[in-house]
């Protein structure tokens, strides 16, 4: 069988985005897919379902709509649209599966992964999606795969809600958006302000947006400390 998915990204969005993508169509498959249907998810989240449609060709070259499978898809509940995505599931994924995944580890999946010219925070998303949807296909796994189904949200959780500065853990904190925003400034040591406003409430935010913003307050948070921890060095080399 030739390889379908040469050139083309693995979906590394969370699963339960990618169904909600499918239920959005139910009521009606356009003509031509574009980002606009799915108004209520972020523009990174709309991007990564968009490439995932493309990934399965559930989409063309030019974002017209695989018919009538599309449909079908989008129509189909519980065990008929696991029926569909099962075999596109096999076949898109056909280098990895091809290594039996009762026998497969981590390492070896992650290698697999990176072979599509993955890296990093992406791999690991891929790597998740990958396994999210076996199990949703009921197909069976090595009890090492199995485990890290278990843990990677957990996991997920922790990297999104502290940060490591210079050996310190620091746990992030944004009051609740209110009218006017959450607004914090930071001064610069060559001269000028940076200021973060967050408009958004961060507890409503989808999983992507929420880690961005913490990361950038992670980031504001790290600065401000090594510009403190600079100031006294400063003023002993002036005095001496």
Not at 14 to 36: C, H, M, N, Q, Y
Not at 73 to 88: N, S
Request: glycine share 8%; aromatic share 6%; proline share 6%.
């Amino acid at each position: 069988m030739a390889d379908d998915t040469q050139g083309k990204i693995p979906p590394y969005l969370p699963l339960k985005t990618f169904l909600s993508a499918l239920d959005a169509l139910r009521e009606g498959v356009p003509k031509r897919i574009d980002r606009g249907i799915w108004r209520t998810q972020s523009g990174a989240n709309q991007g990564q379902i968009m490439m995932a449609l493309r990934f399965f060709d559930l989409l063309d070259d030019s974002d017209a709509p695989a018919l009538p499978l599309l449909e079908k898809l989008a129509k189909a509940d519980g065990l008929e649209r696991k029926k569909f995505l099962k075999p596109l599931f096999e076949q898109h994924y056909q280098s990895i599966i091809a290594h039996d995944l009762t026998k497969m580890t981590p390492k070896m999946l992650d290698e697999e992964m990176g072979i599509f010219g993955l890296t990093g925070d992406t791999q690991r998303k891929a790597v998740t999606f990958f396994l999210q949807m076996a199990k949703y296909l009921e197909l069976s796994l090595s009890p090492f795969l199995t485990d890290r189904t278990r843990s990677s949200s957990g996991k997920r959780r922790a990297k999104t809600s502290k940060a490591t500065i210079n050996g310190e853990t620091i746990s992030p904190t944004i009051a609740p958006a209110s009218a006017t925003g959450s607004t914090t400034s930071v001064n610069l040591r060559g001269g000028g302000t940076v200021t973060m406003v967050v408009t958004a409430d961060v507890w409503k935010m989808p999983p992507d947006d929420r880690a961005f913003v913490l990361e950038l307050v992670d980031k504001i948070q790290g600065y401000e400390r090594l510009a403190a921890e600079e100031k006294p060095q400063e003023k002993a080399g002036g005095q001496s």
